[in-house]
């Protein structure tokens, strides 16, 4: 049916009725016996059906329009964070602020629809006035509201808060999509006070075991014009360091190096601290705790040669600008005394040579699992070096050298060689190789490839190879010292001789973690705020993840009260969600079995207690005035509250709106219409039947 009565409506309703009284005449044109009154009404009774039914198939819809009102939405949004309630202005009635607060929804909710959230870290329905959220999130309110009600009559927002916001970042960029004016009650003092505060700890995550490390504090005075402060920092709860700040100024900012050193391994807690002033506002910003962790990323690097040669110095300058190698050179007859377990890698050069140096210590080479960096020269001994090792083998003779020059293998991907590094190190000059093919028995990873001449090889000069965890690198060739009076020729700034030796020697001598259970936070760091998320992993004797067997985990906080937890499984690993923890330090001992083997995993995290909500302590009334003013809202003092009614009232883009509601309806959904059919049918066959007629 159309939206309108037309033209063809009325002729199809004239075709029904025309139809409906040929049906009539048909029937009852013969039966001149019965009353003209009769007659005639049974007539109509047929005439009407058949119109009826005819309507039915021309017009098997119906148009039914409907109006709905909505009542705009008042929305009151309650900043429920601890700042709010934690600096309050001079002359504040909380509860009388409370009071009017509650007496403005009921006001309101008599002509409106009413919405109250509260807000801080999380958003919630209904008023709450014990400030304990630790985090004020007005973005997040704004988006929820936005998701909530979206296409709604939206009258207006009214949000008491003091203006700062220290998570999400400003909220002005969301108020426009909510399309509705913001009232905003001003809470707070803006006056500033007295107050002492750590802004900010810039530190490192990592720092090396003995090294100095330096923290970045920033600290700020408020109102402390002649003053002093007093910075302290605490290692584990032990003073390290103490330093006084003079204050100049009133509105004071200062940005305090320290500098510390890494003597114990592990995560370490550093508490950085202000003495408190005289009548501070607030002594809970003065306070900050930062987790940095300290590694032993040293390592005992050999370097074993037959006697002195240039390539050795080499090596040695390369990797002694880096604090964390402990390099230590031994020649000749003397590394017979070595004991090979003390190192991390063995850089052996040109060993087993001619002269048979060192052959206890090349005893012991075989025996140990320490990664190794042999250097092959002219001075090598290439059938014992063959029979020493079984990885690689040279087809030559010992006494057949050869220049091959470097080309960077562009598929390399054990570690990274710069792209700008690549034309260097092709233009290097040639080392000294032994004469013979070079062959690798297991899967290689090459990274300098020969070039004889102009010809280039797949033979391989620089390469690595993995033994069921034993790692050993090739270089096939000395001359190392060429490759440095290339780089001094071209004056590079960027040596990249150093950088190719440093890369080596980090491949080999870091450590894989082999352990079959490892059980790690999510991060060492959690603020209170937030769900500690542990990790566990268990591995098979073929290093396959299964998580069959159950895994428990006891934690236990500083008083020494335990927890204990079971992991949930994943696909193929394990996790614990422990929930929100109180703020300090928590240990952990994790614990499974698999066959007849029982494993543990030890670590520890920190639990931050969170101080965001008194790091600043001014309300920023101007940020409320411009939220009030982009949307065409008004700011209030909470004296004058109340005064937001009347003037919701007086706008008159807050109104009830009128929806019309225009559907089409199926006329077989009718069953009245199907019942007056058949009665109609029926009568009519009644006062036929009682008057001779079938």
């Not at 602020?97 to 999380?122: I, N, T």
Request: aromatic share 10%.
């Amino acid at each position: 049916m159309g939206n309108s009565f037309n033209f063809y409506t009325i002729l199809t309703l004239i075709g029904c009725l025309l139809l409906g009284l040929l049906f009539a005449y048909v029937a009852y044109r013969k039966m001149a016996h019965l009353e003209p009154k009769l007659r005639l009404f049974l007539a109509s009774l047929r005439a009407f059906v058949v119109a009826v039914i005819a309507g039915l198939l021309f017009f098997p819809l119906v148009k039914n329009l409907s109006y709905q009102l909505e009542k705009p939405v008042i929305i009151i949004a309650q900043d429920n964070s601890l700042s709010v309630g934690h600096v309050q202005p001079a002359g504040f009635n909380k509860r009388q602020y409370e009071a009017d607060l509650q007496k403005l929804r009921d006001q309101l909710s008599a002509k409106y629809e009413l919405k109250v959230y509260h807000f801080s870290d999380s958003i919630e329905t209904g008023f709450d006035f014990s400030n304990q959220g630790k985090l004020s999130n007005a973005t997040a309110l704004f988006n929820r509201l936005n998701d909530e009600y979206l296409n709604r009559n939206v009258g207006a927002v009214i949000m008491a808060s003091d203006g700062i916001f220290n998570r999400g970042g400003s909220p002005l960029y969301d108020l426009n999509r909510l399309k509705a004016p913001v009232y905003t009650i001003a809470l707070g003092d803006t006056i500033p006070k007295r107050d002492l505060r750590l802004a900010n700890v810039n530190h490192n995550n990592l720092v090396y075991l003995n090294n100095d490390f330096t923290i970045e504090v920033q600290l700020e005075a408020f109102e402390s014009k002649g003053g002093q402060a007093k910075l302290k920092v605490f290692e584990n709860g032990k003073q390290v360091a103490e330093q006084a700040v003079p204050v100049n100024s009133n509105a004071f900012a200062a940005t305090i190096p320290v500098k510390l050193k890494a003597k114990t391994l592990g995560l370490q807690k550093y508490t950085v601290q202000l003495v408190p002033l005289a009548n501070e506002v607030s002594e809970k910003n003065n306070t900050q705790h930062v987790f940095i962790e300290v590694i032993d990323a040293r390592q005992k690097v050999l370097i074993a040669a037959g006697g002195p040669h240039p390539d050795i110095s080499v090596i040695k300058q390369a990797l002694s600008t880096n604090k964390n190698y402990d390099l230590k050179v031994v020649t000749g007859e003397d590394l017979n005394a070595l004991n090979l377990n003390d190192y991390g890698l063995l850089i052996v050069y040109q060993l087993p040579d001619m002269q048979r140096t060192g052959a206890a210590f090349m005893g012991k080479l075989a025996q140990v699992n320490v990664p190794v960096w042999y250097v092959v020269g002219a001075q090598t001994d290439i059938s014992r070096f063959n029979a020493l090792q079984k990885l690689v083998s040279i087809n030559g003779a010992n006494s057949t050298i050869q220049e091959a020059f470097p080309m960077v293998n562009t598929d390399f991907t054990t570690f990274d060689i710069d792209p700008a590094a690549v034309k260097i190190i092709n233009d290097f000059d040639p080392l000294l190789a032994p004469f013979g093919k070079v062959l690798v028995n297991g899967a290689g990873f090459v990274a300098l490839k020969q070039r004889i001449g102009k010809i280039k090889t797949d033979a391989p000069q620089l390469f690595f190879v993995n033994d069921n965890g034993r790692k050993s690198g090739y270089l096939i060739g000395e001359g190392l010292w060429r490759w440095k009076l290339s780089e001094a020729k071209d004056g590079l700034s960027n040596p990249v001789l150093n950088d190719l030796i440093s890369k080596t020697v980090q491949y080999l001598a870091v450590k894989d973690d082999k352990r079959k259970f490892k059980v790690v936070p999510s991060k060492n760091t959690f603020e209170e705020n937030e769900n500690v998320l542990i990790n566990a992993v268990l591995y098979n004797d073929s290093y396959v993840a299964v998580n069959t067997p159950d895994v428990s985990l006891q934690l236990k906080n500083e008083a020494g009260k335990l927890y204990n937890f079971l992991f949930s499984r994943t696909a193929a690993t394990y996790q614990l969600d422990a929930g929100m923890l109180p703020a300090g330090n928590y240990t952990y001992t994790a614990s499974t079995t698999l066959g007849d083997k029982k494993y543990q995993a030890k670590g520890a995290f920190f639990v931050n207690a969170m101080i965001a909500e008194y790091q600043q302590t001014i309300a920023n009334h101007q940020l409320l005035h411009n939220m009030a003013l982009q949307t065409n809202g008004k700011l209030y003092m909470p004296a004058n509250l109340l005064k937001i009614q009347e003037d919701i009232e007086k706008n008159e883009s807050i109104k009830t709106l009128s929806y019309e509601d225009l559907k089409y309806e199926e006329l077989i959904n009718f069953k009245w219409l199907f019942a007056m059919i058949i009665l109609l049918l029926s009568l009519e066959w009644f006062f036929r039947k009682r008057n001779g007629e079938i």
